[in-house]
């Protein structure tokens, strides 16, 4: 079962409490791929600048990873800056440079038409709308989003929603989209906008999910060390959207286990900077950490 | 197995997005015992002034709760009023008069004074330590705080947390009370100070348990409503060491049941104001949705 995902590709410049990186490799896309790519092999539909070192590529592209619908444009790449607070729930941004992002105008590769489970990264909903009518017939569309868009674009927002198999939001996002204080409310409201099922991310407190009536909590992993939450989202859906693809049905019992895969995979890579963590990271240590999952909220 | 609480007896005013109550009962001992009391017998040490009306006191017991230890001061009982904020995480005190337990000290009726599990609700940390100086040889002790004490009595509550079993705290106050940002590490240097477990209350994002270097996390129960989180805190309490009573052994699997029990009855204690839930509640429903706690985390 092949994966599309379409979003962006960064250099990031990343300070928190534990250190700083300078344009390290980021980006939805490779996030996400590199989680995903432990289940399945992974389309990216992205654009770079001719500046992008072609290292994390080449390694994406051992795991599976296609970059038949990556773009290379002359000038630079996407450039995002910020700054974690001391608790590392929020940040500052310090600067953003679209660059060659800005012109960004995804473009589905013939192959990648038939693609059959598909993660439509945080980028302008219209976008997502565009990609959505360059697919033949895609078995689940995951979708993500942020803030900007939905005080910025809320109609092709909402319309991107109806059109999506699985939302996922952070809380806030959620809050801001139905004006609605208690999430419960708010999640009935969204679930209202046409999606099959949410996840609703909480950061530190874990995630959500909610499908045909209903829940699954989970935490997130306890760590002592979280270097750096940047990239969290995007491997939280790649492992989520991966363990899907592999398992083929959309039921509650494989959503479950998406959920904790997701969360599993985003608790590496808070673990370091940038790929430091998630680059080496193995099949059996992924495994591992499944169990401690069931270990702590078994009873 | 008798339980022992002591702590306040309050008559609140409490203002949420869901309505308003004045003067109704509250205060950690009767919260507490109107969930513990589902499990085993629950003894009273706490002060009320002429002014309190016995009917809430009459039903606690019916339900096995003991009086004895209930001083009757001539005087008003304490009283507290609270505004809650739209999103109910947070609220702002509007009063407190502590009238009758302004002088409040704590004597155990001899009967007490062999009392196996203890709760020592909310008050000074050197009325907590003269509690435990009065009783003969107690199985668990259960330790509640806040942050007025922190800050306030730091010396007389470290002692008092180095002789108890089990500590339940909140996020903030383990942040609070360690100076650590990451609460991995700020959990750490709690049980540095002393006890064999702790539970850190994160409210809407549910509960976190360690022993042993084992942990549990239990969400809060999906709510559509929540009308009022007063006692949600003392009742999670009462289900806790209510069930850790009956169960006898401390161990991780009774404790990962008790978090779940305890989590249980703070669910219901805010679906209402005051003690409107909890009256007519039945051990029936409290199993059913323990039944629905596991079927929202397990995968």
């Given amino acids: 079962m092949s994966i599309l995902v379409v979003g962006s590709i960064a250099y990031d410049t990343v300070e928190t409490p534990y250190g700083k990186v300078e344009n390290a490799p980021g980006g939805s896309t490779l996030f996400f791929s590199s989680a995903a790519s ?46 974690y607070h001391a608790n590392m729930n929020k940040r500052d941004t310090l600067f953003t440079f679209l660059n060659v992002f800005e012109r960004f105008q995804p473009r589905l590769p013939t192959s990648y038409k038939s693609s059959e489970y598909i993660f439509l990264a945080n980028i302008d909903p219209e976008l997502q709308l565009d990609v959505l009518s360059q697919l033949k017939q895609p078995r689940l569309v995951v979708l993500d989003t942020m803030n900007f868009w939905i005080s910025g674009k809320r109609q092709a927002l909402q319309e991107v929603i109806s059109k999506s198999d699985i939302f996922i939001l952070n809380d806030e996002e959620a809050h801001e989209l139905t004006g609605e204080n208690n999430l419960m409310k708010a999640i009935k409201a969204i679930l209202a906008m046409g999606p099959k099922a949410l996840v609703v991310k909480k950061g530190e407190h874990g995630a959500m999910l909610i499908y045909e009536n209903q829940f699954f909590f989970a935490p997130a992993f306890p760590l002592e060390v979280v270097k750096d939450p940047t990239g969290a989202g995007d491997t939280f859906a790649g ?61």
């Fill in 38 to 83: 432990f289940f399945s092999p992974v389309n990216v539909v992205g654009v770079i600048g001719s500046d992008f070192d072609g290292s994390l590529l080449s390694f994406l592209k051992k795991r599976g990873v296609d970059f038949k619908g990556l773009s290379v444009e002359s000038g630079e790449t996407f450039r995002w800056g910020g700054r």
């Fill in 239 to 299: 492992g989520f959207v991966g363990f899907l693809s592999a398992a083929g049905d959309l039921n509650m019992e494989n959503l479950r286990q998406a959920v904790i895969y997701g969360s599993t995979l985003a608790s590496f890579t808070v673990e370091d900077f940038s790929f430091n963590r998630l680059i080496g990271l193995t099949r059996d240590e992924i495994e591992e950490r499944v169990d401690r999952f069931r270990e702590i909220t078994r009873f």
